[in-house]
Nanobody, 124 residues
Framework: QVQLVESGGGLALAGGSLRLSCAAS????????VGWFRQAPGKDRDFVAG????????YYADSVKGRFTISRDNDKNTVYLQMNSLKPEDTAVYFC?????????????????WGQGTQVTVNS
């Protein structure tokens, strides 16, 4: 069993930055690829970014490409999502999730474990 805990959410102004962290328990974190998803009220949970288990490749939704950066530190069992140039439409609850696979996926059903989420609110 792996537990994930997100942190770093909060309130930001448009154009500002936040960095989210996802800390994982367990000793096999490096065996998992990681995805960040977000869900706004009344909307589906959408893929935001993903990173392979070895950090060798990253993937982004078109809506955040060039603004968000995903990274991981397997020694610290932590994945980060650096969010720059924030927009009001980035407002959502952000979740990290992991899957026991080399490759990431944009489909939420492909992930085995989820964190509880952290709220990000961006005001104009």
């Amino acid at each position: 069993q792996v537990q994930l805990v997100e942190s770093g959410g909060g309130l930001a102004l448009a154009g500002g930055s936040l960095r989210l962290s996802c800390a994982a328990s367990g000793r096999t974190f490096s065996s998992y690829s990681v995805g960040w998803f977000r869900q706004a009220p009344g909307k589906d949970r959408d893929f935001v970014a993903g990173i392979r288990r070895n950090g060798g490749a990253t993937y982004y939704a078109d809506s955040v490409k060039g603004r968000f950066t995903i990274s991981r530190d397997n020694d610290k069992n932590t994945v980060y999502l650096q969010m720059n140039s924030l927009k009001p439409e980035d407002t959502a609850v952000y979740f990290c999730a992991i899957r026991a696979n080399l490759f990431t996926s944009s489909r939420s059903d492909d992930y085995n474990y989820w964190g509880q989420g952290t709220q990000v609110t961006v005001n104009s």
